[in-house]
């Protein structure tokens, strides 16, 4: 990540979670904005472009997923897969938490190789979330 791309890497992040996550008030997410581009600034994040414009990024903490987004308009050409495989070539295990109601989350992941640990209910906004983690096997 250069630091030029911290703009468009926050606009993805609100919109995609406006997006995805239409069962969380707006609200929650405009007011996390000046905290998670401070998190996002101290993170090891992954970012895909074309054309020279970042339209996705994957930010990790060692083998932990923070987050995965694709700007809607690049979703479906294979680019968060691509994020993913990436982060699976370089670790041995991954896991991430992802909100039970993000049903083509869980799809998508699932579909990626990560199978769901455990469930809990996230304190700030009473949702239930998955915890899912994929592990390298002998054959990859």
């Given at each position: 990540?250069?630091?030029?791309?911290?703009?468009?890497?926050?606009?993805?992040?609100?919109?995609?979670?406006?997006?995805?996550?239409?069962?969380?008030?707006?609200?929650?997410?405009?007011?996390?904005?000046?905290?998670?581009?401070?998190?996002?600034?101290?993170?090891?994040?992954?970012?895909?472009?074309?054309?020279?414009?970042?339209?996705?990024?994957?930010?990790?903490?060692?083998?932990?997923?923070?987050?995965?987004?694709?700007?809607?308009?690049?979703?479906?050409?294979g680019y968060g897969l691509a994020l993913i495989r990436s982060a699976q070539e370089n670790?041995?295990?991954?896991?991430?938490?992802?909100?039970?109601?993000?049903?083509?989350?869980?799809?998508?992941?699932?579909?990626?190789?990560?199978?769901?640990?455990?469930?809990?209910?996230?304190?700030?906004?009473?949702?239930?979330e998955f915890l899912m983690e994929w592990r390298k096997t002998r054959r990859e």
């Open positions: 990540m250069h630091p030029q791309d911290l703009d468009d890497i926050m606009k993805i992040w609100l919109n995609e979670n406006l997006d995805a996550h239409h069962f969380i008030d707006p609200s929650f997410w405009k007011e996390h904005l000046d905290e998670v581009r401070t998190a996002i600034s101290d993170s090891d994040i992954t970012v895909l472009t074309e054309d020279e414009r970042v339209v996705g990024f994957l930010g990790m903490n060692q083998n932990y997923v923070e987050g995965l987004f694709v700007d809607k308009e690049h979703q479906g050409k670790h041995p295990f991954l896991q991430l938490s992802v909100y039970q109601k993000n049903t083509s989350a869980i799809a998508f992941y699932q579909h990626c190789g990560f199978c769901i640990l455990s469930e809990k209910t996230q304190s700030n906004q009473n949702f239930n």
